[in-house]
C-alpha cells in the first residue's frame, strides 16, 4: 500500500491529509488560536477541587479551565502511568502488579486550591468541555517517549518480533542512568545503540529546561509547545509509515528539511514542494472526498446507504439497503449490503475522526453464520486505523457495539457549527405549524390593536402557503377579530420570523400585499 502526505497552508488553516493509494483516511486541521494543545505543557494554578467527582479544575491560561481527574495526579506511591498509557493502545505494559495493600489517595489529599503543578495536556478541549490534563508528563521523541515519572520501559504493539522486542528494552535498561521511564516506539525497530544514546540525551535536556521553566515561570504558563501540525506530520506519519510527504507552502518546507536533517536525514528525499498551480488539495481530488464526509447519509455503491448521527452521549450509525434489491433472496441482499456498509464504517469513522461510543444498527440478519461474518470483516476494516478501538459481537437485538479512542475534535465539529435556527437539533419548526402559530399571535395582539387592519410580514414561503393552503385560516381568523388582514412577503425574513403591524385608516398607501 503506497500512502502519501499532502500539506496545504493557507493564512489562518493547515491541513494534513493522509493517503492511502489516493484515497484520503484520515484529515487534520489546525486553525489559528485553535491549534491542536495535545502535548503541550503547562505550569498550572488548581482552581478548585471537587472531592465529590474527585476532579479538579487546573487554571492553564486558556478560556476553558483545565480538567484532572485524581488517578491523573502525580503522587509519590505506586506508580500507574504505564497502565493509562497501555490501556490507550500505546505499548505493552511491563509493570509489576500494584501491592496488595495499595490505595489510591483521595483527590483532597493531592491538591488545593490555588497550588502550582505542572500538568501535560492528554485531550484537546471538545465542544464545552475544557482539556483534560495530567500530570505524568510524557516527552516524544522520534525513538522514545520519555516518561519522568515511570520507571519502567514499554515497547510499542507494533513492534511485533518477540527478540527485537527483547533486545530493544534490554538496551534501553541498560543504557538509562536514571529511573526515568521509556516507550519504544515503532521507529526504532532495528536501530543501534549510538542514535539511541543520541536521542536519550536530547529529551534528558528536554526535561530538564521544562523544570528550570517549572521554577522561574509564573502560573499559569505554556512550558513546552508541541510540534506545529505540519511537524507532526513529519514526526509521526512520514517517520512510521508514510512513503512522501508533499506540502505547498516554501517556508514550511524548509522547516520540515531542517527538521528531518536532526532526526532523520535519509527521509529529506521523500518530502516535495508542491509548485502546480491547481490548488493542492484539488490536483490531489480531495475536497469532494472531504464535503461528503460532513453528510449525514453516506451512499453505497450497491444502492445502500448509511446514516450517521452525532449524539452528546454517542453516534449512532444505521445501515439502510435504499435502492439495492439484491438478485437472489433477502437474506443474501442483506447480507451484502452489511458487508459493503462495512468498509464505507470503517473508512467514515476513521476520515471523520469519530470518537468514543459508536453504536452501530446493521439491517437485521437471521442466519448466525451472516451476523459472524459481518463483525469479522468490521474488525478486519479497523485493524488499519491508528487509533485503538474496541468492538463487541452483534447483539441479540442486531445492534454492534464499540468505542475508538478519542482525543480531540471529531471532522464534523471541526468543520460545522450548530445552526443558530435550529440550535444544533438539526431541524426547525414546520411551516404549518408557523400558520398556526401566526394565527394564536395575531388573535392574542388583537386585542390591543384598534386598527381597521392587521398586517402580517413573514418570510415569502409562509406568505404563499397563507395565501394558499392556509387561506381558509386567514378568514376564520378575519371572521373572529372583525378586521381584514393583508400578509407581505419579506425576502429578509427568517422562515419562523413574523412581524404584526395594526394599519390605521389611511396608512395603507405606501404598502404592497402579496
Known sequence: MYKEIVI???????????????????????????ADITGNIYKGRVQRVLPGIQAAFVDIGLNQAAFIYVDDVLRNGF????????RAGGFEPSYPPAPEDYRPSPIE????????????????????????????VSLPGRFLVLMPFANHIGVSRRIEDEAERSRLKNMIAEMRDNHFGYIVRTAAEGIDIPRVQQEM?????????????????????????????SLRAVRDLLVHEADRLIIDASQ?????????????????????????????????????????????????????????????????????????VGKHNLEETILKTNLEAVKEIAYQIRLRDIGGLIIIDFIDMQKKSSQEKVYSALQDALKKDRSKTHILPISDMGLIQMTRKRNKEPLTRIMREPCTYCEGEGYMISRQSICYRIFREVLRDSHDMVGEQMA???????????????????????????????????????????????????????????
Open 456 to 514: 402580517v410580514r413573514v418570510n415569502p414561503a409562509i406568505a404563499d402557503l397563507l395565501h394558499g393552503e392556509e387561506s381558509d385560516l386567514i378568514a376564520a381568523l378575519e371572521k373572529l377579530i372583525g378586521r381584514h388582514i393583508v400578509i407581505y412577503p419579506d425576502a429578509a425574513f427568517h422562515l419562523e420570523e413574523v412581524s404584526i403591524i395594526e394599519i390605521l385608516r389611511g396608512n395603507t398607501d405606501n404598502e404592497t400585499p402579496a
Open 79 to 86: 506508580q500507574d502511568i504505564e497502565k493509562q498509557m497501555a
Open 252 to 324: 514550511h518546507y524548509a522547516t520540515a528539511i531542517a527538521f528531518l536533517d536532526t532526526f532523520n536525514p535519509v527521509l529529506k528525499s521523500r518530502v516535495e514542494l508542491y509548485d502546480g498551480k491547481e490548488p493542492i488539495f484539488d490536483a490531489f481530488n480531495l475536497e469532494g472526498d472531504i464535503s461528503r464526509a460532513l453528510k449525514r447519509k453516506v451512499w453505497l455503491k450497491s444502492g445502500g446507504y448509511i446514516i450517521i448521527e452525532h449524539t452528546e452521549a454517542l453516534v449512532a450509525i444505521d445501515v439502510n439497503t435504499g435502492r439495492y
Open 201 to 229: 540525551m536530547f529529551l534528558k535536556n528536554l526535561w530538564a529546561s521544562v523544570q528550570k521553566k517549572f521554577k522561574k515561570a509564573p502560573a499559569p504558563t505554556l512550558i513546552h509547545q508541541e510540534l506545529s501540525l
Open 109 to 136: 489529599e493531592l491538591l488545593v486550591e490555588g497550588q502550582e503543578i505542572l500538568v501535560h495536556v492528554a485531550k484537546a478541549p471538545m465542544g464545552t468541555k475544557g482539556p483534560r490534563v495530567t500530570s505524568y
Open 8 to 34: 496545504n497552508v493557507s493564512q489562518r488553516e493547515t491541513r494534513v491529509a493522509l493517503l492511502e493509494d489516493g484515497t484520503i483516511v484520515e484529515l487534520f486541521i489546525e486553525r489559528g488560536d485553535d
